[in-house]
């Protein structure tokens, strides 16, 4: 069963950045596509970013585009979140996310998510 554990979140002040982190472990890592969403208090889960299996296309919400920037390292099972500029409106709790399909994105219901990291930016 695929397990992901997220890392790096914290509390910054506006304008400051963080790097957040995604390891994989229980299957072959290279082939499907990951991901960020987040959930602020009171509002329901939103899309942050997502990379293909091949690490060649991004896409991010609009809220973060220019801010935010989506990698990974096939070679450790690892992909980042990498937040410049933070605003007070993105704090929230993160959730990685990986595709259970093989050269698939993320955004079905058969994601699997981790338990989430808390990043909150002081204003």
């Known amino acids: 069963q695929v397990h992901l554990v997220e890392s790096g979140g914290g509390l910054v002040q506006a304008g400051g950045s963080l790097r957040l982190s995604c390891a994989a472990s229980?299957?072959?890592?290279?082939?499907?596509?990951m991901g960020w969403f987040r959930q602020a208090p009171g509002k329901e889960r939103e899309f942050v970013a997502a990379?293909?299996?091949?690490?060649?296309?991004?896409s991010y919400a609009n809220s973060v585009k220019g801010r935010f920037t989506i990698s990974r390292d096939n070679a450790k099972n690892t992909v980042y979140l990498q937040m410049h500029n933070l605003k007070p409106e993105d704090t929230a709790v993160y959730y990685c996310?990986?595709?259970?399909?093989?050269?698939?994105?993320?955004?079905?219901?058969?994601?699997?998510w981790g338990q989430g990291t808390q990043v909150t930016v002081s204003s």
């Open positions: 990379i293909t299996w091949g690490a060649g296309s991004t």
């Open positions: 229980g299957r072959t890592f290279s082939s499907y596509g």
């Open positions: 996310a990986t595709s259970t399909r093989r050269y698939s994105s993320i955004g079905s219901t058969d994601d699997i």
